[in-house]
């Protein structure tokens, strides 16, 4: 069978399932299509506004915007960045260097905090992070996580570098030490730092390049990728029930996908794109025969958690005018902690941080508060009107001002998203390279009799150094695609042995 008469089947249509069709339409694949649960095309790229201000319900950032980043390409070549993005020196910039970003933090009486002091703590938290390092591929740690290690090489740096301070400032600069743990835990995605692997943690490699974001949105790329490829590809509001993989009666196609609705379509090749989430929920309806005990071990091994974003619409700024981000301080957490101790009366606490976004318009005025974990999980299920309410009391504490009152508030409920069951992968405990690498197998595997290639996996969390981003995503995707396409030109080139 030449490439072109080849039936493939996508399941998912986020940036790894366009990517895929992308690159196997291009290679002279002509029926490939993609089947979409829901509405709409991006899966967790979804853009949307807040007023005047344009707000990412998922990914923001450009993880390091440099040449090798195929993200930033893209987007660079559709128009869609801002001229500060695409400076050589952005560009070169190591992300190992402290970020530009002006800093204000807030503590819980009410208080001010002086920031270059506090930035210190900022400081030695970050070194520590870096210091994780030295653990890569280690078989054994000394420490039982990444949150184990961060708690108590703080303790020790803490009693040397901050001697000579007083009393109150010093346990002020371990209770921010509490904050930027949880700060730490929306870039992970984790519940508590306490769940992630201390030699997993150095899998996640960075590129080159300072984050950027798309000025109009990050669906922007969404749109000009879906424009380039034609418009009855794709089937939306089309959930696949179960991909019946390994059938030997049937002789021509060995796959057939059972939609939700009944439907049944033969393939050649499936490429599965959902969510972790997804499939750690759902993996024994998904796939007939169950998926093999490798696979299996590492989709239930490797974490998938929850980080929400609530943006926050304020008349007036009450932060400076040249402020990035905003850490708040509990003066009570200086054992140094990233989870709270009862979820429905202090989730709030969870969420340490608000990053201000610099609005087109002068007269919108909005934060993006994140949270994440259990905390996070529980604040989706709360009435909007509860969640704001919450965040009106929180600002009132730290600032002091009992009158500052939100306009209006967004936020993304990614746990309770059926289709995703939470925000993106992290390395858990005990989990390995050899996780990764397992999620990305084909099947069947290697050495069986069967016809190869049947089902294939992309997504973010099938990507061995780039998962939980964007551009992990987009190479998963053409990664398979290319695992097809060489498959076909190598069959091309033997002579055909079934007749
Ligand atoms: C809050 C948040 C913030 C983030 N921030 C960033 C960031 O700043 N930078 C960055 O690089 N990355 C970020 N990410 C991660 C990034 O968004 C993802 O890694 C990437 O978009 C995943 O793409 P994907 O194609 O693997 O999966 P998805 O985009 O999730 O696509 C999977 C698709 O499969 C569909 N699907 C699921 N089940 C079925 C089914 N049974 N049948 C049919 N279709 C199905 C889903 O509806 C979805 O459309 C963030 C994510 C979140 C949630
Ligand atoms: C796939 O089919 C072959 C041939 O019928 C069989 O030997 C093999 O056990 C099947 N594999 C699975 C995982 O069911």
Same mark, same amino acid.
């Given at each position: 069978?030449?490439?072109?008469?080849? /039936?493939?089947?996508?399941?998912?249509?986020?940036?790894?399932?366009?990517?895929?069709?992308?690159?196997?339409?291009?290679?002279?694949?002509?029926?490939?299509?993609? *089947?979409?649960?829901?509405?709409?095309?991006? #899966?967790?790229?979804? +853009?949307?506004?807040?007023?005047?201000?344009?707000?990412?319900?998922?990914?923001?950032?450009?993880?390091?915007?440099?040449?090798?980043?195929?993200?930033?390409?893209?987007?660079?070549? $559709? @128009?869609?960045?801002?001229?500060?993005?695409?400076?050589?020196?952005?560009?070169?910039?190591?992300?190992?260097? %402290?970020?530009?970003?002006?800093?204000?933090?807030?503590?819980?009486?009410?208080?001010? *905090?002086?920031?270059?002091?506090?930035?210190?703590?900022?400081?030695?938290?970050?070194?520590?992070?870096?210091?994780?390092?030295?653990?890569?591929?280690?078989?054994? +740690?000394?420490?039982?996580?990444? #949150?184990?290690?961060?708690?108590?090489?703080?303790?020790?740096?803490?009693?040397?570098?901050?001697?000579?301070?007083?009393?109150?400032?010093?346990?002020? *600069?371990?209770?921010?030490?509490?904050?930027?743990?949880?700060? !730490?835990?929306?870039? =992970?995605?984790?519940?508590?730092?306490?769940?992630?692997?201390?030699?997993?943690?150095?899998? $996640?490699?960075?590129?080159?390049?300072?984050?950027?974001?798309?000025?109009?949105?990050?669906?922007?790329?969404?749109?000009? *990728?879906?424009?380039?490829?034609? =418009?009855?590809?794709?089937?939306?509001?089309?959930?696949?029930?179960?991909?019946?993989?390994?059938?030997?009666?049937?002789?021509?196609?060995?796959?057939?996908?059972?939609?939700?609705?009944?439907?049944?379509?033969?393939?050649?090749?499936?490429?599965?794109?959902?969510?972790?989430?997804?499939?750690?929920?759902?993996?024994?309806?998904?796939?007939?025969?169950?998926?093999?005990?490798?696979?299996?071990?590492?989709?239930?091994?490797?974490?998938?958690?929850?980080?929400?974003?609530?943006?926050?619409?304020?008349?007036?700024?009450?932060?400076?005018?040249?402020?990035?981000?905003? $850490?708040?301080?509990?003066?009570?957490?200086?054992?140094?902690?990233?989870?709270? %101790?009862?979820?429905?009366?202090?989730?709030?606490?969870?969420?340490? =941080?608000?990053?201000?976004?610099?609005?087109?318009?002068?007269?919108?005025?909005?934060?993006?508060?994140?949270?994440?974990?259990?905390?996070?999980?529980?604040? /989706?299920?709360?009435?909007? !009107?509860?969640?704001?309410?919450?965040?009106?009391?929180?600002?009132?504490?730290?600032? #002091?001002?009992?009158?500052?009152?939100?306009?209006?508030?967004?936020? =993304?409920?990614?746990?309770?998203?059926?289709?995703?069951? @939470?925000?993106?992968?992290?390395?858990?405990?005990?989990?390995?390279?050899?996780?990764?690498?397992?999620?990305?197998?084909?099947?069947?595997?290697? @050495?069986?009799?069967?016809?190869?290639?049947?089902?294939?996996?992309?997504?973010?969390?099938?990507?061995?150094?780039?998962?939980?981003?964007?551009?992990?995503?987009?190479?998963?995707?053409?990664?398979?695609?290319?695992?097809?396409?060489?498959?076909?030109?190598?069959? %091309?080139?033997?002579?055909?042995?079934?007749?």
């Amino acid at each position: 069978m030449a490439a072109s008469e080849a /039936e493939v089947v996508i399941i998912g249509c986020g940036i790894s399932g366009i990517a895929a069709a992308h690159k196997l339409l291009k290679a002279g694949f002509e029926n490939v299509r993609i *089947l979409e649960a829901t509405a709409r095309s991006g #899966g967790r790229i979804k +853009t949307d506004k807040l007023g005047n201000c344009i707000t990412e319900i998922g990914a923001s950032y450009i993880h390091g915007p440099s040449e090798e980043n195929p993200v930033f390409c893209l987007a660079r070549g $559709y @128009g869609l960045l801002d001229p500060e993005a695409l400076k050589p020196e952005n560009q070169a910039m190591d992300v190992g260097e %402290s970020p530009p970003m002006v800093s204000s933090w807030f503590s819980s009486s009410g208080q001010r *905090l002086k920031d270059k002091q506090m930035d210190s703590a900022l400081e030695m938290f970050e070194k520590i992070v870096d210091d994780t390092e030295q653990y890569e591929n280690r078989r054994e +740690t000394p420490w039982a996580s990444v #949150g184990h290690f961060i708690r108590e090489t703080a303790r020790q740096r803490a009693a040397k570098r901050w001697k000579g301070k007083d009393e109150a400032t010093r346990k002020l *600069l371990m209770c921010a030490v509490s904050t930027m743990l949880k700060v !730490e835990c929306c870039s =992970s995605a984790t519940h508590s730092m306490d769940e992630l692997d201390l030699a997993g943690f150095s899998m $996640y490699e960075d590129l080159k390049g300072l984050d950027c974001t798309f000025p109009n949105g990050f669906e922007g790329l969404i749109k000009n *990728l879906m424009s380039e490829l034609p =418009s009855d590809l794709v089937t939306y509001n089309r959930p696949v029930r179960c991909v019946h993989w390994n059938n030997s009666e049937s002789g021509v196609n060995t796959v057939t996908v059972e939609c939700d609705d009944g439907e049944r379509i033969a393939a050649d090749h499936v490429i599965v794109t959902v969510p972790l989430g997804y499939l750690k929920k759902h993996h024994s309806t998904l796939f007939s025969p169950p998926l093999p005990a490798h696979k299996l071990h590492s989709i239930q091994k490797l974490g998938f958690g929850t980080c929400n974003k609530i943006y926050v619409e304020f008349e007036t700024p009450w932060w400076d005018a040249d402020c990035d981000v905003i $850490y708040l301080v509990w003066e009570d957490e200086e054992d140094i902690s990233d989870q709270v %101790s009862d979820i429905s009366k202090y989730w709030i606490k969870k969420m340490a =941080s608000f990053t201000v976004l610099k609005p087109a318009q002068k007269n919108s005025h909005v934060l993006c508060g994140w949270i994440a974990g259990h905390e996070s999980e529980y604040m /989706e299920t709360l009435p909007e !009107e509860e969640v704001r309410q919450a965040i009106t009391q929180l600002v009132r504490t730290f600032t #002091g001002k009992p009158t500052i009152t939100p306009k209006r508030i967004l936020r =993304s409920q990614w746990f309770h998203d059926p289709w995703t069951c @939470g925000s993106y992968s992290h390395p858990a405990i005990g989990c390995s390279a050899q996780d990764l690498k397992n999620m990305m197998g084909p099947l069947p595997t290697k @050495g069986s009799k069967s016809q190869p290639l049947q089902v294939l996996f992309a997504g973010e969390a099938t990507h061995p150094c780039y998962y939980s981003s964007v551009h992990g995503a987009l190479l998963t995707g053409w990664r398979e695609a290319d695992r097809l396409i060489s498959h076909y030109i190598s069959m %091309s080139r033997q002579p055909d042995q079934t007749n």
